[in-house]
């Protein structure tokens, strides 16, 4: 993966021992790294002498370019659930959160009004009835706040659209980010519009794209019943019911086309 363009850094501002930065280059295996400023390698400040985070305390330290480095996110270690909170949008602080997020179980991530997943290639108790229906019975008491936020123009309409993602809908502890957030999305712009939704699922192969499909499509079965003490038996469990099975391979044959 190619570093992101970075703007140049004020090495005048940097403190030793204290600044915190990114850094990319071949001593780091080509990604991104959180490392610790140690010192300016050369009076120019063209050359940066830094400690990678994953190193130990008496490491001498690695040089390496200041072009290849960019300061470090502070929020970016908490893995705040909607990346657009971050105070530095930048691909290592973005691929950080992520990280952070992923190593306590939370596979979901939201960044504005779209959804990060990463797949856990193991089993999560993500997608019961009881999770269904915590989604669904927010989607259903937020529905006049929702209403009106959309009403208020399309800059509060894209704001609430995040909102929605996250499952902040009014409850007094917000919903984290999930697929089931990003369906309650789509169902409240068409209740708001009355026209079609989309939602884009993308990924590369083995990414998980089928079944979030499927997690979707249970939701959204699910969101069409009022009674949600009634659920049909199958929806929300872990073992797919032959009809979204079916109905998945229709679909994929009409509109999907081989990855490899």
Request: proline fraction near 6%.
């Amino acid at each position: 993966m190619a570093a992101s363009p970075l703007s140049p850094i004020d090495v005048r501002s940097l403190r030793p021992s204290t600044s915190q930065l990114y850094v990319y280059t071949d001593k780091t295996n080509g990604v991104w790294l959180r490392a610790t400023l140690l010192s300016v390698a050369d009076k120019a400040g063209d050359a940066l002498l830094v400690r990678l985070a994953n190193a130990p305390p008496t490491s001498p330290g690695i040089r390496v370019e200041a072009d290849k480095a960019t300061r470090a996110s502070d929020a970016a270690q908490k893995g705040l659930p909607d990346m657009a909170q971050l105070d530095i949008l930048h691909e290592a602080a973005l691929l950080e959160n992520i990280e952070a997020r992923y190593k306590r179980g939370d596979i979901y991530t939201a960044c504005g009004s779209l959804l990060v997943s990463v797949n856990p290639y193991k089993n999560l108790p993500l997608y019961s009835d009881e999770v269904i229906t915590r989604y669904i019975e927010a989607g259903r008491s937020d529905a006049r706040a929702v209403a009106r936020s959309f009403g208020a123009g399309g800059s509060s309409a894209s704001r609430h659209a995040g909102t929605i993602l996250i499952g902040a809908l009014g409850g007094s502890a917000p919903l984290p980010p999930h697929l089931f957030g990003l369906a309650e999305c789509a169902l409240s712009h068409m209740a708001r519009t009355g026209g079609a939704q989309m939602i884009l699922i993308s990924g590369e192969s083995g990414a998980g794209k089928t079944e979030g499909t499927k997690y979707l499509l249970r939701y959204l079965m699910s969101r069409s019943i009022e009674n949600t003490d009634a659920l049909p038996a199958g929806i929300a469990s872990t073992k797919t019911p032959p009809q979204l099975d079916s109905a998945t391979r229709i679909a994929w044959k009409n509109g999907g086309s081989p990855l490899d």
